[in-house]
């Protein structure tokens, strides 16, 4: 594990809320975690090019709705993608935060490299979070989703729950191409304002659009890329168990109920440990043309 500068915890919150204030200006805003640590000991651990959040998912969540920026949560089916999209490589490897959602990843390091890392699922980032929300006082929220079914899902899901949200809180995404642009969404969150936004459009389209809304944006945000996690939470989704979230077998869950899906997306996956063993920390070239 390596740190970077001061460890964020309970006993730093007047640090945290200082370069909170630091970050308001049009000037910082561009800022990303990564610039900051030099001022704050964030734990990381690198893994093919990517600085992995090394703490717990309490921590993470503080970090990201004080600090702003965008937040990723590679699966382990993603890591292909790092050396044939040059533009997802660019949006994960400048994401502000990156958190161990691939439970393979997380044991193969312990198996080749002995390198212990936490793991924070999606899932699990996504339901602290939510408790966040709940208890109030950290600004609006927008919310970034795939398709119409999954907006009224998540609205059903609100009206349940002590957390309000209305049609004008939501988007549904169009089906993003190679290259990721949205002016209308980057006017519409500019008028809303919203302090947090939660993207749950999928991986590879979700990363890239992430970097395009922060170097878009005029003010600085929260945006949290967390993928398929709300539809397990909203019903739009199978349910995954805690305990299968918590073991590693979320996967499964998911391969059972859409088998079509998911079973030519871990055949990606496949790559994963080939890629660890030869590639280690370093992140991998991208392949020949």
Same mark, same amino acid.
């Given at each position: 594990m390596t740190y970077k500068a001061v460890l964020l915890n309970p006993g730093s919150?007047? =640090?945290?809320? @200082?370069?909170?204030?630091?970050?308001?200006?049009?000037?910082?805003?561009?800022?990303?975690i990564l610039d900051v640590r030099r001022s704050f000991m964030i734990p990381t651990c690198q893994i093919l090019g990517i600085q992995f959040f090394n703490g717990d998912v309490d921590e993470a969540v503080q970090l990201m709705v004080q600090r702003g920026g965008y937040l990723i949560a590679p699966s382990g089916t993603c890591f292909a993608?790092?050396?044939?999209?040059? +533009?997802?490589?660019?949006?994960?490897?400048? $994401?502000?935060? @990156?958190? @161990?959602?691939?439970?393979? &990843?997380?044991?193969? !390091?312990r198996l080749f490299r002995r390198e212990s890392l936490q793991r924070i699922s999606g899932l699990k980032y996504l339901k602290h979070l939510l408790a966040t929300l709940k208890g109030g006082g950290i600004g609006g929220v927008f919310w970034i989703l795939p398709n119409e079914r999954a907006?009224?899902? /998540?609205?059903?899901?609100? +009206? +349940?729950? $002590?957390?309000?949200?209305? *049609?004008?809180?939501?988007?549904?995404?169009?089906?993003?191409?190679?290259?990721?642009?949205?002016?209308? =969404?980057?006017?519409?969150?500019?008028?809303?304002?919203?302090? #947090?936004?939660?993207? @749950?459009?999928?991986? *590879?389209? #979700?990363?890239?659009?992430g970097h395009y809304l922060?170097?878009?944006?005029?003010?600085?945000?929260?945006?949290? !890329?967390?993928?398929?996690a709300l539809g397990f939470v909203t019903g739009d989704q199978i349910a995954i168990p805690e305990w299968a979230d918590r073991v590693f077998l979320g996967w499964f869950w998911r391969l059972l109920a859409q088998p079509g899906?998911?079973?030519?997306?871990? !055949? +990606?996956? /496949?790559? /994963?440990?080939?890629?660890?063993?030869?590639?280690?920390?370093?992140? %991998? %070239? &991208?392949?020949r043309q």
């Open positions: 919150h007047i =640090l945290v809320s @200082a370069a909170a204030d630091a970050l308001q200006s049009r000037d910082t805003d561009r800022r990303s993608r790092l050396r044939e999209d040059e +533009r997802y490589r660019g949006a994960v490897l400048e $994401a502000d935060l @990156a958190i @161990a959602d691939s439970g393979s &990843m997380v044991l193969l !390091c907006e009224q899902k /998540l609205l059903d899901w609100s +009206r +349940r729950e $002590a957390l309000p949200i209305t *049609g004008e809180d939501c988007y549904v995404a169009p089906r993003y191409g190679f290259e990721v642009t949205d002016p209308s =969404l980057v006017a519409l969150i500019e008028r809303h304002r919203p302090a #947090q936004v939660i993207v @749950a459009i999928g991986s *590879g389209a #979700q990363e890239k659009l922060r170097e878009s944006l005029p003010y600085r945000t929260a945006i949290h !890329c967390i993928g398929a899906t998911f079973v030519p997306r871990l !055949c +990606r996956g /496949l790559e /994963l440990p080939w890629l660890l063993w030869k590639y280690g920390k370093s992140l %991998p %070239p &991208m392949k």
